[in-house]
T-cell receptor
Framework: GAGVSQSPSNKVTEKGKDVELRCDPI?????LYWYRQSLGQGLEFLIY????????KSGLPSDRFSAERTGGSVSTLTIQRTQQEDSAVYLC?????????????FGPGTRLTVT | GENVEQHPSTLSVQEGDSAVIKCTYS??????FPWYKQELGKGPQLIID?????GEKKDQRIAVTLNKTAKHFSLHITETQPEDSAVYFC?????????????FGKGTLLTVNP
């Protein structure tokens, strides 16, 4: 079946502009996660959704980052006033339910480059 | 919070040899340990996982072992093939309750030379 999809696959933006990254989880998956992967680094947890609620936003690096999820499905990660240090691959994952013991399935990521 | 250390950061082997990647974790509450393979330009793909009620799990050429007392777990790939070349990530999480996070290691770049 269809996996997690993300768009755009690549995004180049100028410093100071806002960007929106989209994630379409696997159908029926109630939990959705956003991670950031910088060059040569592991995956940094950003935020988690259970349904449309985000119980924990503490992984968001600054108040320029926000995320929402509507209809228990699609999620959007927004970065306002982008900075060069925001350049990274942003990965989305979904799982059947919340809880660290449920398999997380990842999308292909959005590569963000801030010039 | 949980801290996961992964070694080595790079590993180069000859085709047909075995490869071993090791991870340690700090939180004794962690009981779910997945391994992901990430090919260039793609998202991480779950390849195997183990839960703390077992010590070893195998799936064809891939096996994972867990030592809860020592808080370490390892990925073993036998009879390596060039298509095994990728970045491998270990992770640790807590099954159940309200803990939803997976904490990842920094990854191991595995190169299998033909």
């Amino acid at each position: 079946g269809a996996g997690v999809s993300q768009s755009p696959s690549n995004k180049v933006t100028e410093k100071g502009k806002d960007v929106e990254l989209r994630c379409d989880p696997i159908s029926g998956h109630t939990a959705l996660y956003w991670y950031r992967q910088s060059l040569g680094q592991g995956l940094e947890f950003l935020i988690y959704f259970q349904g449309n609620s985000a119980p924990d936003k503490s992984g968001l690096p600054s108040d320029r980052f926000s995320a929402e999820r509507t209809g228990g499905s699609v999620s959007t990660l927004t970065i306002q006033r982008t900075q060069q240090e925001d350049s990274a691959v942003y990965l989305c994952a979904s799982s059947l339910a919340h809880g660290g013991g449920y398999e997380q399935y990842f999308g292909p990521g959005t590569r963000l480059t801030v010039t | 919070g949980e801290n996961v250390e992964q070694h080595p950061s790079t590993l180069s082997v000859q085709e047909g040899d075995s490869a071993v990647i090791k991870c340690t974790y700090s939180d004794s509450a962690s009981n779910y340990f997945p391994w992901y393979k990430q090919e260039l330009g793609k998202g991480p793909q779950l390849i195997i996982d183990i839960r703390s009620n077992v010590g070893e799990k195998k799936d064809q050429r891939i096996a994972v072992t867990l030592n809860k007392t020592a808080k370490h777990f390892s990925l073993h790939i036998t009879e390596t093939q060039p298509e095994d070349s990728a970045v491998y990530f270990c992770a640790a999480g807590e099954s159940g309750g309200s803990n939803y996070k997976l904490t990842f290691g920094k990854g191991t770049l595995l190169t299998v030379n033909p």
